[in-house]
């Protein structure tokens, strides 16, 4: 029997002890012996909850104990997570988190000390919530060099910018109907802002390309400022607007960004809506490949942590390799990257399009008819930069989403 323990009693947390009681049979069945768990930590009290038959208040309960071999932390954030968490690895306990912060700022450390260990640190569920990506990036995939990965990372923006495209609401609506709903938070800027989107791209690139990418240069912008006019444009050209975070190399250099991309309706992640997360990985001898699934949620992401604590008792006295080093990734500045882009600028195609041809070269105008006194129009593939030179000698731009194909 493997004893292990749940930092944590959220709703993460939760789902962990209800994932293990609801499946316990095959669960031992898949790791080879049973597993047990021994304590569950968090500062509250849970009357009339089985959970308080194991639930203790002090973490040094569960370092302390030997019999403990597996700790899953599932509290949140950098702090206490980080120090409990290196704390376990150099007493020999393997790790599975669902934290994409502490992951994000502190993977290639706690990954180094668990080798040194010969334990594990393992974080499927730091992204993608149920979806499996972080296993088949380490071992599945391993033959191709990664090209590019594309992702909708973030739940709670899908859901607001499907409930936009689908219904012509605008965002503050919409926003407020997710808060209401659950799906967004009371603070809803790590989702909104892109920041969390930020450090899943962060930890995917950096599984990708073997060094750390550090979440603070990425650049990010979040879908504060697309409204329901972008997505009756976007409805005329047969497109939507998705949140993507998105790492690729091109030519040894390395780009990586989380922004709003209007894509066309033959792309792979054009039909992932509503809380559903989609991720398309490129390989240089593969192609293309798709995971897509629920990417929140109590019960998906609790899967996904158990799926790791199993992968850890199957592997109690083996580290399984992860290729993520210290060395940090120097990204090329997204000035250089280079796309098309689609601008709303006020006014009439017959007053201003000399003058935008002028800034931007030949574009293909999009006029809908129920929007007044203005027009859009999409430019060819430029670079971010050459976009800001052109846009400068623009009177009246109104806002520019990127796009893809």
């Known amino acids: 029997m493997v004893n292990v323990a749940v930092l944590g009693y959220g709703t993460v947390g939760s789902g962990v002890v209800e994932v293990f009681n609801t499946n316990r049979e095959s669960i031992n069945k898949k ?9 569950v930590l968090d500062l509250r009290e849970f009357p009339g909850d089985p959970v308080m038959d194991i639930l203790v ?33 150099e ?18 450390e706690l990954l180094k000390i668990a080798r040194e260990h010969n334990r594990n640190f393992l974080f499927e569920a730091s992204v993608g919530g149920g979806i499996p990506i972080i296993r088949p990036l380490n071992q599945s995939l391993t033959a191709d060099e990664i090209t590019k990965i594309t992702g909708i990372l973030n739940g709670t923006t899908n859901y607001i910018l499907t409930k936009m495209s689908k219904e012509g ?4 609506t919409v926003l407020k109907e997710a808060q209401d709903l659950g799906y967004a938070e009371k603070n809803p800027s790590a989702d909104v802002d892109g920041f969390d989107a930020c450090r ?30 972008d997505f009756k444009y976007a409805n005329k050209m047969n497109r939507s607007i998705k949140l993507f975070g998105e790492a ?16 066309d309706s033959n792309h792979p992640l054009y039909s992932v809506n509503g809380v559903f997360n989609g991720i398309l990985v490129n390989g240089n001898v593969l192609g293309d490949v798709m995971f897509y699934g629920s990417g929140a949620g109590k019960l998906p992401t609790a899967s996904a942590v158990v799926s790791d604590i199993v992968d850890a008792v199957k592997h109690l006295n ?13 990204l090329t500045d ?25 800034a931007f070269g030949k574009v293909d105008v999009i006029e809908v008819e129920d929007v007044k006194g203005e027009f859009g129009f999409v430019t060819g593939v430029i670079t971010e930069e050459k976009y800001e030179e052109a846009s400068a000698q623009v009177d009246g731009i109104i806002t520019r989403i990127r796009m893809e194909d």
């Open 200 to 229: 899943k791209i962060a930890i995917l690139a950096s599984l990708a390309y073997g060094y750390n990418v550090d979440y603070e240069e990425i650049y990010t912008e979040g879908i504060t400022k697309i409204t329901d006019i």
């Open 31 to 39: 790791a080879g012996q049973e597993i047990n768990v021994k304590y």
């Open 169 to 172: 609401l605008d965002f503050d």
């Open 91 to 108: 007493k020999g306990k393997s790790v599975c988190t669902s934290n994409k912060e502490l992951v994000a700022k502190h993977g290639p």
């Open 318 to 330: 083996t580290n399984i390799m992860s290729f993520w080093s210290s060395k940090k990734l120097e």
């Open 334 to 358: 997204i000035k250089l990257s280079e796309k098309k882009f689609f601008v709303r600028v006020k006014g009439s195609v017959d007053e201003k399009l000399a003058e935008v041809e002028k």
């Open 57 to 89: 208040h002090d973490y040094n309960v569960i370092l302390n104990d030997p019999e403990i071999e597996v700790i899953a932390e599932v509290m949140g954030g950098v702090e206490p997570a980080y120090t409990f968490v290196k704390a376990a690895l």
């Open 248 to 263: 690729n190399k091109a030519d040894d250099k390395f780009y990586a960004y989380v922004a709003p991309v209007m894509i």
